[in-house]
């Protein structure tokens, strides 16, 4: 089992950058593969980034394609979402969700990851 903790969220202008991390608990976290998520108000979550557990590979949603990049440093058990080119429909609670039964699957749908953390606010002004 693994806890999550994202961080790094906050207010920027339109164009601008921020970047997430979630780092976790447990000496195992080497061996999930890890998604990122985002929620806005009245939306439903919506799959943004993935990474293996090696982190040699990633998928992407369209939407962000070209501007975030999802890297992760197993030493320090924390993966990093960069934004870049913020948008103001970018804008929503991100959350890290971790799964270890496949660790080679780049999984879209929130129900595919079993662990999540509690989220940060991401808010784009225009």
């Known amino acids: 089992q693994v806890q999550l903790v994202e961080s790094g969220g906050g207010l920027v202008q339109a164009g601008g950058s921020l970047r997430l991390s979630c780092a976790a608990s447990g000496r195992t976290f080497s061996s999930y593969a890890v998604g990122w998520f985002r929620q806005a108000p009245g939306k439903e979550r919506e799959f943004v980034a993935a990474?293996?557990?090696?982190?040699?590979?990633?998928k992407y949603a369209d939407s962000v394609k070209d501007r975030f990049t999802f890297r992760r440093d197993n030493a320090k058990n924390t993966v990093y979402l960069h934004m870049n080119s913020l948008k103001p429909e970018d804008t929503a609670v991100y959350y890290c969700a971790a799964q270890n039964r496949y660790p080679t699957a780049l999984f879209v749908i929130p129900g595919q990851y079993p662990y999540w953390g509690q989220g940060t606010q991401v808010t784009v002004s225009s």
């Open positions: 990474i293996i557990w090696s982190g040699g590979n990633t």
